[in-house]
């Protein structure tokens, strides 16, 4: 075997070329990754949500002297949101209606969703589509259509005039807390069968069956099994509902009268007739710190519910 001949050159080094400081950290970083994918919905959700919140914050702190804006920074309006009980009031009746509509639309929406999540085989998203169908509809209609339900010559006051149950037709369907409770329920209850669902058909069955199996019957396997893990669920559906109707103004206005009117309204009132907009943006901020406020203790206190029920 003849050898190749030996040469005075080095062979050459090939070197490997090793990312830069910012593409390693990128390639090594999975939450960095998920960040830059994200940035063009973030770039959208700052131009369209955080810019408005801050121009209605600094307006917060302006005052209005006649026709015109004095834009003098002050805590004048906040001031006059915490000290005048209107406010107060308008703010805790829009926290009680809102959390009885949520209330009710959680324990309505439970069964259909638990329904379809365990006893539906087939054709499970056709099922899904018909018990949103309803609210394909536009929001106004919906609000104009419980109107004619609950009014005083409506179908539900026509049903039990006819069949002889009342005299007189029933006041406080119309025009009252108990119509802007009902219409809530029913015009934000897709937002609530949707995370119910999700999470009720994530569930793996064979949880199911092994507290079948150790002696728990159907009562206590909901309790122990079937609940505790669809409760992310219940909190989505909670959050998706009571955020928005607290501060909802088009249903109490329609149908809530004097006795039904929620701090939307108010804040309405403020940036329309009374021209006010200094004074509606504060009222704003302070619904939204307290709309904050709440969420978070209700979603601390469900987590230590959780870590008990575990």
Not at 59 to 75: A, H, I, L, V
Not at 170 to 179: D, H, I, K, M, V
């Amino acid at each position: 075997m003849i050898d190749a001949p030996l040469t005075g050159t080095r062979p050459a080094v090939v070197q490997e070329r090793r990312p830069g400081r910012l593409a390693g950290l990128f390639h090594r970083s999975e939450s960095l990754r998920g960040y830059t994918m994200l940035s063009p919905t973030m770039l959208v959700m700052a131009v369209g949500i955080l810019a408005p919140f801050i121009i209605l914050l600094a307006m917060s702190f302006w005052t209005r002297q006649g026709f015109e804006f004095d834009t003098t920074p002050t805590f004048a309006n906040y001031a006059r949101a915490m000290s005048e009980p209107i406010f107060g009031a308008f703010l805790a009746r829009s926290f009680w209606v809102s959390g009885i509509a949520t209330v009710a639309t959680v324990l309505l929406c439970y069964p259909m969703a638990y329904y379809v999540a365990f006893h539906v085989h087939r054709n499970k998203m056709l099922w899904i589509v018909l018990m949103t169908l309803p609210f394909w509809t536009s929001y106004l209609l919906r609000v104009f259509a419980w109107k004619v339900i609950l009014g005083y010559e409506g179908v539900i006051n026509s049903a039990l005039l006819s069949m002889g149950l009342i005299d007189a037709p029933l006041e406080f369907l119309l025009y009252s807390q108990t119509a802007v409770i009902i219409t809530l329920a029913h015009a934000w209850a897709a937002f609530a069968i949707l995370p119910l669902y999700v999470s009720l058909e994530k569930i793996d069955r064979s949880l199911l069956e092994a507290a079948t199996d150790l002696g728990d019957g159907p009562a206590w396997r909901f309790l122990r099994v079937t609940l505790p893990l669809s409760m992310p669920g219940v909190i989505a559906a909670v959050f998706l509902i009571f955020i928005p109707t607290t501060g909802d103004f088009i249903t109490p206005a329609l149908l809530g009268g004097p006795d039904g009117a929620m701090i939307g309204n108010l804040i309405q009132l403020q940036f329309g007739a009374v021209n006010n907009w200094p004074m509606g943006a504060a009222l704003s901020i302070v619904l939204m710190l307290w709309i904050a406020t709440v969420a978070l203790v209700f979603l601390l206190v469900t987590r230590k519910a959780q870590e008990r029920l575990a």
